[in-house]
């Protein structure tokens, strides 16, 4: 009964992108479903892809609330949650028994209490868990709420975890005789201009979407 007033069908929507046809071009950021529980509510209210996540290696609470923070004379809300979700091995089993209905991104980040140099391994272990049920993969380096996280938009700590992504992305295509999944790096929106051109190289030369 959503899905039938909410969805819309209109071939003048549709997106070529990422090797993929998206229904129309505005999908639902990562952020809200943390947990990977309502993506298929929220495709039938309308959204034309649903980015679940941030997921993480461990489960975590985030940080102590109060962590919204409402700004009336801006219009707008400020939050600090911390990648509060239950890890990635919890989303997987949930994923591995649903029907997926919608385009599905998957968005991974570091776990808290997981040291920088344990970063790779740590969201290679989410990737592992969770590639088989996604459509795309995002990687997270941007929050400001887990500490160190933004060390890893540094160019050799990030040329080291995405190019260790990237390569296990490989390995699972030829395992599986599937085509590699859709890579995306999440940076934040703060970045100067030299910083933002020295990604974006990265990205190109390891061959990221």
Request: glycine share 8%.
């Amino acid at each position: 009964l959503v899905r039938r007033w909410y969805r819309v069908e209109d071939p003048r929507q549709r997106v070529q992108l990422l090797g993929m046809e998206f229904p129309g071009p505005v999908g639902l950021a990562a952020g809200f479903d943390k947990d990977a529980r309502w993506f298929n509510a929220l495709g039938a209210l309308g959204f034309d892809h649903i980015e679940v996540g941030t997921l993480t290696g461990q489960g975590q609470p985030g940080n102590p609330q109060p962590r919204l923070f409402r700004l009336p004379a801006d219009r707008a809300l400020v939050n600090r949650f911390g990648f509060n979700n239950r890890g990635s091995d919890d989303a997987a089993a949930r994923l591995a028994a649903s029907d997926i209905e919608p385009i599905l991104g998957i968005n991974i980040g570091k776990s808290k209490v997981v040291p920088n140099e344990e970063a790779v391994a740590d969201y290679l272990a989410s990737f592992d868990r969770l590639a088989p049920h996604a459509r795309y993969i995002t990687v997270n380096v941007s929050s400001p709420n887990t500490q160190g996280l933004r060390a890893l938009q540094e160019r050799e700590a990030l040329s080291e975890l995405l190019g260790a992504i990237v390569a296990r992305n490989r390995e699972r295509a030829e395992q599986t005789g599937s085509e590699p999944l859709p890579v995306l790096v999440k940076i934040a929106p703060d970045m100067d201009e030299a910083q933002r051109d020295e990604i974006v190289e990265l990205a190109v030369e390891l061959g990221l979407s």
